[in-house]
């Protein structure tokens, strides 16, 4: 009996539970919008919503990056080697930079 599970068969469950998910979520939200309609609910997009998202996504790519730049920096100058540098400094600086970004949007706001 060899391999039941090979790598088709995940790749097929992968699918059909990614589509799902997409249908519950496309479903629950037109649940919501419907109900909201029926209350009465204004359901327009609000533009206060995206309108940072540019600087947002910026920042995030930004301190991807640096994570990066860092975590190679460090792999050749010190005598660890392996791939533990990698996930640690690109999460830790993409959360960095999502705080500054609140925060720098926050200030904007205020401006405005």
Not at 51 to 60: A, C, P, R, S, V
Not at 82 to 110: A, C, H, M, Q
Request: glycine share 10%.
């Amino acid at each position: 009996m060899g391999n039941l599970l090979g790598p088709g068969a995940v790749l097929a469950a992968l699918f059909l539970v990614t589509g799902y998910t997409v249908y519950t979520f496309i479903k629950a939200s037109h649940l919501e919008r419907m109900s909201k309609i029926e209350k009465g609910i204004d359901t327009s997009a609000s533009p206060d919503k995206l309108k940072f998202i540019g600087l947002k996504i910026g920042m995030l790519m930004v301190g991807i990056a640096c994570g990066i730049l860092l975590a190679y920096m460090l792999e050749q100058t010190t005598t660890i080697k392996g791939d533990v540098f990698y996930p640690s400094f690109i999460l830790l600086f993409g959360g960095i930079s999502l705080i500054i970004s609140f925060f720098w949007t926050e200030r904007l706001n205020k401006k405005q």
